[in-house]
């Protein structure tokens, strides 16, 4: 499996966020929670993309808002994920 | 994407089809009537592995693809929504507790419910708290290595067999979930009767009064309640209420041909009268599109595909309104006949309208398939002149 680097993973997250917002762009550390993007409805999504995505899996530990914030706090908790494992 | 069923496949549909026509389908009327279904059932379809179907098989769970478990739930749906229910609320348990369950968790509770030794219970409705579902009002507090559930859960499905619920709290405001043996002291479970339809399936109320429950019983931290844990459960639920409504649907376009080929009315078959024929048509193209929806939605779940989740609620909604429909015009068809106690349509009736409420309503399935859906459409068609 290619190693993803840090930009390819930022820009992943922001397409796949994007299909669901009305905006044309966001930072990295656009508030994804203070927005109330994610909401119920789309949590499930994120997770499941992000899974499948770049191989990981979330387990119960794994559910902090940190982990959620925004685009960088996905990047860095996935490779953080990548890591471990 | 092909829709080919594997061997595999083919096998789990044609057992679970056998054992419909041997142990639901000849009784299902009578547990319907005396809103009840055997604990001789309970033991079969855990025998089965039914009651594990995806459960990993490392805890004695029949570890089935979701296709598999989709045929399984038409199968048993075409039979008895009542018993499909079961399926649905024991999938809902298992599936929350291998996804965000702690190990011991996990070790302790998923051979029990695998085997069926121990039956689950999703419970997240409250008598104030429907669609709106995230703002529980009851709630947990936290007393040492304790929390005191208060509050009450209504309309619980297999609520007053269940060994194990699945309860939504509120810890400081924030949604959370907890695993709630029945025989938690101060938990009062009621028996709900009289509904409108899956008359067998065991409803309960459940009144919690400073119920202790140990904190490592919670799933998921605080927060992360409904949306996490809920949902994973919730989007599972809505997958097998769809597939038991393409079995409605089979069930009446059964039973309605049937009887039109049988019955004559002004020198010929029902079947050959073209307003007639306009409703069969209806019931054998809502059947195929239902079955294709949710084999669409299973395939891309059994590839955790973050589509899969829009797909389940189109499936969802499609299929539960088709087999309303099915089961209102399979009634009118039938005539006078249908609407005999004794007639299986109009259970199927009953039960399907049922079948647009639970799990999401309908309403809900539409927002949330806009909410999740609509964006990519819109974006892929803005320079479309009108």
């Known amino acids: ?85 | 994407m092909n829709f080919e069923l594997t061997k595999e496949q083919k096998k789990w549909a044609e057992q679970a089809s056998d054992f419909t026509n041997q142990y639901i389908i000849p009784d299902a009327h009578h547990w319907d009537q005396n809103e009840m279904i055997p604990d001789t059932i309970f033991s079969l379809l855990g025998k089965l592995g039914y009651l594990g179907a995806l459960i990993p098989s490392k805890y004695g769970g029949l570890e089935m693809d979701i296709i598999s478990f989709g045929l399984l739930n038409e199968e048993i749906g075409r039979g008895c929504s009542s018993t499909r229910s079961l399926l649905t609320v024991q999938t809902m348990v298992g599936l929350a507790i291998v996804k965000w369950g702690s190990q011991e968790l996990r070790d302790y509770w998923l051979p029990l419910l695998a085997s069926g030794e121990v039956l689950g219970s999703f419970a997240l409705t409250e008598p104030e708290l429907g669609s709106d579902a995230a703002k529980h009002q009851t709630t947990a507090t936290k007393k040492s290595e304790h929390y005191l559930l208060n509050g009450v859960k209504t309309y619980i499905t297999f609520g007053t067999k269940a060994d194990l619920f699945l309860i939504f709290a509120s810890v400081d405001n924030k949604s959370t979930a907890f695993l709630v043996p029945a025989n938690t002291p101060n938990l009062t479970i009621e028996s709900i009767n009289g509904m409108l339809g899956c008359r067998a399936a065991s409803l309960a109320k459940l009144t919690f009064i400073d119920c202790p429950i140990h904190r490592e019983n919670m799933l998921a931290r605080p927060g992360f309640g409904f949306s996490h844990v809920g949902n994973i459960a919730l989007n599972n639920g809505r997958l097998t209420v769809a597939w038991g409504c393409v079995g409605i649907l089979r069930a009446c376009l059964d039973s309605a041909m049937a009887y039109a080929h049988k019955r004559e009315q002004f020198g010929k078959q029902l079947k050959e009268h073209q307003l007639i024929q306009e409703m069969l048509t209806n019931m054998i193209t809502h059947y195929r599109a239902a079955k294709l929806l949710c084999l669409e939605a299973s395939h891309l779940a059994n590839k955790h595909n973050h589509q899969s989740i829009g797909a389940i609620s189109t499936a969802k909604y499609f299929a539960s309104t088709a087999a309303l429909r099915a089961a209102s015009d399979a009634v009118q068809i039938l005539g006078a006949n249908g609407c005999r106690s004794t007639a299986t349509v109009q259970r199927f009736f009953r039960d399907a309208k049922i079948m647009e409420i639970i799990e999401g309503s309908t309403q809900i399935q539409q927002q949330l398939i806009f909410n999740l859906t609509a964006k990519e459409y819109l974006k892929k068609r803005q320079n479309i002149e009108v």
């Open chain 1, 1 to 85: 499996m290619t190693t993803l680097t840090e930009i390819d993973i930022k820009k992943q997250i922001k397409t796949f966020i994007l299909a669901y917002l009305s905006l044309e762009d966001i930072s990295d550390d656009y508030d994804l929670f203070e927005t109330g993007l994610v909401n119920s409805a789309f949590a499930m999504q994120l997770v499941t993309f992000l899974e499948s995505e770049f191989a990981i899996t979330f387990q119960n530990d794994d559910l902090e808002i940190k982990n959620f914030q925004s685009i960088r706090c996905i990047c860095d908790f996935i490779l953080y994920k990548q890591n471990v494992t």
